[in-house]
């Protein structure tokens, strides 16, 4: 009871003094989602609970503690929510509620999950809807897939800002938001198709690349030992060599003239002489 009071009163006195939300207590819980829920009347199961807090947002997950032996309620549970911001509206309104005859406590909690507890969130599975549990586990995983692929983008960044910081009672936040949103959705289709485009520009380097080292020309050299390889090109290369050994054979001999009358001019030159 003294806490409901508590908080009680610092909503009043943040009330009196117009404190921005960046400066409320309740900004130190800006990074959980979860609430404790105290003072449940123990009739009520997970349903109940999610019927009476999902006015104030879509819960996630829910764990209503139960004794182990029995299963009965302990009477408290924790709850988080989908949007971190539904967390301070439901510790402001539903925090002293009365319930079946008992007062509610509601405050922030720090809340991490047990080993036998399932990982993912288990409110869609509790309200007997199995198809939605996996659609939205299959668009997180979607979505933290995107978020590794690519950096966060500017936009997105903005769009953080504004929610965390602008003045809640600012008429225009909404619609700023939803403007921020359709930007930030303009520029997430523009980077994936910048991405794409980026992708298919690789892809067809990479082809062709491919292809010209399957189809390029041999260089001279390779060329050369081919055809040395070749039992064509080894006999024509024999023939060449036996050619230009004769040649230089010829070469090397003395040269005799052909003509008859040049040899019988000589040979009465050389008569003429022995007489004298």
Do not use: C
């Amino acid at each position: 009871m003294n806490s409901i009071r508590q908080v009680q009163a610092l909503n009043k006195r943040e009330l009196e003094h117009a404190i921005p939300p960046e400066a409320s207590w309740h900004a130190d819980y800006r990074d959980t989602a979860y609430i404790y829920i105290g003072g449940l009347p123990f009739d009520l199961s997970e349903g109940d609970i999610i019927a009476i807090f999902s006015q104030y947002g879509e819960p996630v997950h829910v764990n209503l503690v139960r004794d182990k032996e029995t299963g009965k309620s302990k009477g408290f549970a924790f709850l988080k929510y989908e949007d971190q911001r539904s967390t301070d509206l439901a510790v402001d309104n539903l925090g002293g509620a009365t319930v079946m005859g008992r007062l509610l406590r509601v405050d922030h909690a720090r809340y991490k999950r047990k080993d036998d507890e399932e990982e993912e969130d288990n409110v869609a599975k509790l309200m007997g809807d199995p198809v939605i549990s996996e659609n939205k586990k299959a668009k997180e995983d979607d979505r933290r897939a995107i978020e590794e692929r690519r950096p966060m983008l500017k936009e997105e960044k903005e769009l953080e800002e504004l929610i965390r910081n602008h003045d809640e009672e600012d008429p225009m936040k909404e619609f700023l938001i939803e403007e921020k949103k359709e930007e930030v959705a303009a520029a997430i289709q523009l980077w994936n198709s910048t991405k794409k485009s980026s992708r298919r520009r690789d892809e067809s380097r990479e082809r062709s690349s491919r292809h010209h080292r399957r189809h390029r020309s041999r260089s001279p050299r390779e060329r050369r030992h081919r055809d040395d390889r070749s039992p064509d090109k080894e006999r024509r290369s024999r023939y060449r060599s036996s050619e230009r050994g004769e040649k230089s054979r010829r070469d090397r001999s003395p040269r005799k003239s052909r003509s008859p009358e040049s040899r019988r001019h000589r040979s009465d030159r050389d008569r003429h002489d022995r007489r004298r």
